[in-house]
Each structure stands twice: as structure tokens, then as C-alpha cells.
């Protein structure tokens, strides 16, 4: 084989590699758009009463960040290819059920198991990309193209889901497509994704030694408690007081000091600890850490509530409201691409900052907005601005994460990244939902369910989420101002 001709197929089989994985995320995403968009169609099909409303959106969430963590660690243990061709199928098996469920707790339970599936196939992309490809362009590309499933599968799915809610394939068809294409990758990935370095052989005493059981217990229960807590008062903010939710964040804020300790002690004996203390002593990695929690729930808040205003504010169709989605799409494509194709030229701190100080005028348009302005004024530079801090965020956090794990634990770096986002994804719904319910009750209109009265609920979600990117910025400017350049290839 010429020298030429090895390089085309180095290079088609990591196309054919960056293409199956992130299919993978874009396919999870999509389904979640789908649900965004056809929410209240949804509801009204399955019966779903209004306090469950944002339960099948949390719980997917939910379910996602209890089981990264463990995801991430058996894939370190057992191997990547494993753990992410089950979790490929599986993803697949319950987005179609999803597409069948015939009442709404049926659907809640699909994307609880959805949620699942998703969990295993998100931390072993990154491993898998990290395994295959050196540290240079082509795994920043792929770690970008990782970044670009999300949100623009996301995106995609609020537009085909307005468009099939529009016509007279409903939104079950949604469904049944992402089931499909997720089948297909997983065959592609059945005979593409490399083989697992050679590991040891799986006994009780490697499971018990390698894997820091605790603190996936202690961890994974303290995010499941208070992402859960948040989701029960969404409804009703008063449910704070209900001695069961008293009794479990006290539990959960007890879980926090435990894991601390638990991680020092294992580190100090020189154990293999689940996220070492000396990790958060490195000021790039804390500060990502909250940038990635802060940004997540600011860019599904908004466009949860984007949705909701374009159809209840200003009474638009799924399908005319979806369309307003699509900046969104196009903004996505360009800067994860040009994030990955960049980011070992530009210094990280610099392309954080800029996105992030642009992406705070987002929230700030739609908290000043009149509904009746059209919509070029104000929400289509609102739509457009929004991702631009999580899409670049997305390539840098990644490549100053895996940096700080060891080559042996990738899996468990993709794990703690996917754990962070979901967990701000999930806190940020509940808390944004609870803002929402909370200021429109209190609103002076005596129907509550009027296009005025929701307005003032949702300008109040918007200054909040205006303030956190004010707050990422601040973490920032402070935390990442000595980075420099990431992604630089190495000898």
C-alpha cells in the first residue's frame, strides 16, 4: 500500500468513526427536540396531566447523570466497544417504544430507560475518540463533531417535529425515523468501532479493587436526589416543604462532604478514586466544570421556554415555531466545525469569553422583549446568539478534561463531562419551571393560563438565565485566563 493510500484510508475510517459516534448523540438529541417542540400535542394524546408536564424531558436527564459515572467506569473496566454497541441498541429499542407509548406515565418510563442507554453510549464516544485518535486536529474535529450532535440533533428535532406535527404523519413518525437511523449506526458501529486494548480478565477481585464502587454509590445518589427533589416541586414551589423533600436533600447535603472525604481517603492510599480532590486544585478544570453546568442549563432552559413562547405567548403552530429553531441549526454547524478546525490556533480563554459575553445577550433580548414585535427585532438574534457559548465550550472542556485524567480512565472523563451537562440540564429545567410557575401565579391576571400572564413568567426565566451567563463569564474571565492554547498536537 502507497504511502498515499494508507493516509485515505487512515483518514475515511475516521470520518466513517467521527460520523457513527456522533450520530449516536445527535440521535438522543433529536429525540428530545421531537419532545420539546410536541409537548403539548403529546400531552394531549397521552393524557398527560399538567404537574407531569416536563417529567419524560427531566427524567431522561435524570436517569442520564446517575448512570454516567458507572457507565464511564465499567467502559474503563470492561471496554469501550462493549458497553457502547449495548447502549446504541438500547437507545434505539426505547425511542421506538417511546413512538408506541399509549398513556403518559408509559412514556415517562421509556425516557427513563432512554436515559439510560444514552448514558452508555455517551462517556465510551469520548474514550473511543480519545483511544483512536492522538492528540492533534483530526480528535479535535472529532470531539467537536461530538459537541455539534447535540445541539444541532436537538435543533433538528424541533424542526422535523413541527413539520410532522404540521402534516399528517403526527408526531409518533418522529419517533419511529430516530429509532431507525439509531439501528442503523449501531450495525455500522457493530463492524467499524476498534477493538478494546487488551485488558486484563474480568474477575471479582478486579471489580472490587478497580472500580471506586462508593463513590459512583454516593455520587450518582446525591445528583439522582436533588435532580429528583427539583423535578417533584416544579409543579408547585410549596412541595419544598413536604417532609420527604426535607428528608432527602438533608440526605443528599450529607452525600457531598461524604464523597469529598471518601475521595481523599482513596486517593491519600493510593486507590483509584472516582474524581480525585487534587483534580479540583487545577483552576482550568474547576472553572470548565462550571461554565459546562451553567451553559447546559441556560441553553436547554431557553430553548424549552423559546418553544413555549413562540406557541403559547404568540399562539404560533409546532411547525411555525420550529422554523424559528433553524438559526439555531446553521449557528450550531459553523462553530463546532470552525471550534475544532481553530482551537490549537486561538488561545481557549479567548474564543470561552468571546462566545460567552456574546451568548449572555441571548436571554437578555428575550427578557426585554414585546411579543408583538416581529420576530427579526429581537428573537431571531435571541436564537442565534444562544448556543454560541456551549458550542465552543463543548471542544475546550473536553480536551482540558481528558487532559486531566489518566489514559487508563477516558471513559470516566467522558462521564464526568456528560454528568455535569445533564445535571445542569436537569437542575436547570426544574429551577427555571419553578421560576415560570411561581411569578405567573403571582402575576396580577386573573387567568393564569392567558398569553399575558405566562409572559411574566417567562421574562423572569430569561433575566435568570441572563444573570448565570453573566455568572460564566465572571468563572470565566477569573478561572481560564492562563489556559492558553489546548488541542496542540503532541510528539
Known sequence: MTQLNYRCCIRS????????????????????????????????????????LLWPASVYSLANGCCLLLAGSMADFMGNRMINLTGCFLLGAFILACGVSQTGIQMILFRTF??????MCLPTAFSILTDAMPTGKRRNIGFACLGLGQPLGFSM?????????????GWRFGYY???????????????????DAHREPISWRR???????????????CLGIISYVFATITDSPSNIQRAENIVLLSAAGVMIPAFLGWMNWRERNGKSALIPNSLWKNTAFASVCVMVLLSWAVLNGMETILSLFFQEVQDLSAFQAALRFLPNVIIGIVLNIGTGLLVHRLHADHLVLVSTFLSTRSPLLMAIINPNWSWWYCAFWAVLLGPLSADVIFTIANLIITDAFTPKTQGLAGAVFNTIAQFGTSIGLAIFA??????????SYPNKVSPEALMVGYRAVFWTCFGLMLAACAVGTLGLRKVGKVGLKRD
Open 157 to 169: 428535532g424541533l424542526v422535523l417535529g413541527g413539520l410532522f406535527q404540521g402534516s399528517s404523519l
Open 13 to 52: 475510517s475516521a470520518v466513517i468513526l467521527i460520523t457513527t459516534l456522533s450520530g449516536i448523540t445527535f440521535v438522543g438529541s433529536m429525540s428530545g427536540g421531537l419532545l420539546t417542540v410536541g409537548l403539548p400535542t403529546i400531552a394531549k394524546d397521552l393524557n398527560l396531566p399538567n404537574n407531569l
Open 114 to 119: 432512554q436515559g439510560i442507554a444514552t448514558s
Open 207 to 221: 471489580l472490587r479493587s478497580e472500580i471506586d464502587w462508593v463513590g459512583i454509590l454516593l455520587s450518582s445518589s
Open 434 to 443: 419553578i421560576i415560570s410557575t411561581g411569578v405567573t401565579q403571582g402575576s
Open 177 to 195: 425515523l430516530c429509532a431507525g437511523i439509531s439501528m442503523v449506526l449501531t450495525v455500522v458501529n457493530f463492524f467499524k468501532l476498534p477493538k
